[in-house]
């Protein structure tokens, strides 16, 4: 039998020799560099306005906003995870983000004027890091789809049919009870070789193949199909 052959990451996050990174690496650290400006920027726009903001803001409005960014962080990761918890380290930075809204609107009204550069360069930011979270989330939604089931083309059925016919009976056991582990790991081409199994094992004898469906498939074939002596030769003659 043929194993599966490799899937290759068509965006490695290191070259052949592990040091290089590919495109996925650059485009990774690039987002990260990115990010980290914007927090940057963001957080000292806000502690600018924390100087000068009022009761209201720093006892009220920094509290609200911070759990409402932890309890949006917990829905949407409850919405792509389900049935798993959301961490810590990823309500914490959200809700430090969203508490500091309200200076950083504080912050940028004592900027005047000059709180226009720095708007544009946020937005350009923004425009950037939205573009890498878009792209982590497709990436995301993705790779959570279930994959087309796995089957053998008919080159590959016919393959293993000549095969199996190659085999003694004994060895056909040895593969039915070795393809009930495959179930778990590749049902589909499983169910494929088993059902080639089922045809050959019954050709080899089909009396104790009847005696052995009638105990039920789950028990082992062994205790009713024969060797190729006992079965009488059946292989012999098959119609090709």
């Known amino acids: 039998m043929r194993d599966d052959p490799l899937r290759e990451d068509p965006w490695p996050t290191s070259g052949p020799d592990g040091g290089t990174p590919g495109p996925s690496g650059w485009?990774?650290?690039?987002?990260?560099?990115?990010?980290?400006?914007?927090?940057?920027?963001?957080?000292?726009?806000?502690?600018?306005?924390?100087?000068?903001?009022?009761?209201l803001v720093t006892l009220v409005m920094v509290p609200i906003g911070g759990l409402l960014g932890a309890v949006?962080?917990?829905?949407?990761?409850?919405?792509?995870?389900?049935?798993?918890?959301?961490?810590?380290?990823?309500?914490?930075?959200?809700?430090?983000?969203?508490?500091?809204?309200?200076?950083?609107v504080v912050g940028m009204d004592s900027l005047g004027e000059d709180s226009v550069p720095v708007l544009i360069v946020l937005t350009l930011l923004c425009t950037v890091a939205s573009a890498g979270w878009t792209h982590a989330l497709g990436n995301e939604v993705a790779g959570s789809r279930p994959q087309a089931p796995s089957q053998l083309s008919d080159i590959e059925l016919a393959s293993v049919r000549n095969l199996l016919e190659a085999l003694?009976?004994?060895?056909?056991?040895?593969?039915?009870?070795?393809?009930?582990?495959?179930?778990?790991?590749?049902?589909?081409?499983?169910?494929?070789?088993?059902?080639?199994?089922?045809?050959?094992l019954e050709q080899r004898d089909p009396a104790g193949f009847r005696a052995w469906l009638r105990d039920g498939l789950e028990q082992d074939p062994g205790q009713h199909i024969r060797g190729d002596d006992a079965a009488g030769g059946a292989a012999a003659g098959r119609p090709r």
């Open 27 to 55: 485009l990774w650290r690039a987002h990260r560099l990115t990010v980290g400006v914007l927090d940057t920027l963001y957080v000292a726009v806000a502690l600018l306005g924390a100087l000068g903001a009022g009761f």
């Open 72 to 104: 949006v962080a917990r829905g949407v990761h409850r919405a792509l995870h389900p049935g798993q918890d959301a961490p810590f380290s990823l309500h914490l930075p959200v809700a430090v983000r969203t508490a500091l809204f309200s200076p950083f």
């Open 168 to 200: 003694s009976v004994e060895d056909l056991l040895h593969e039915w009870r070795w393809s009930r582990r495959r179930l778990c790991t590749d049902p589909h081409r499983a169910v494929q070789l088993r059902d080639l199994l089922l045809e050959e």
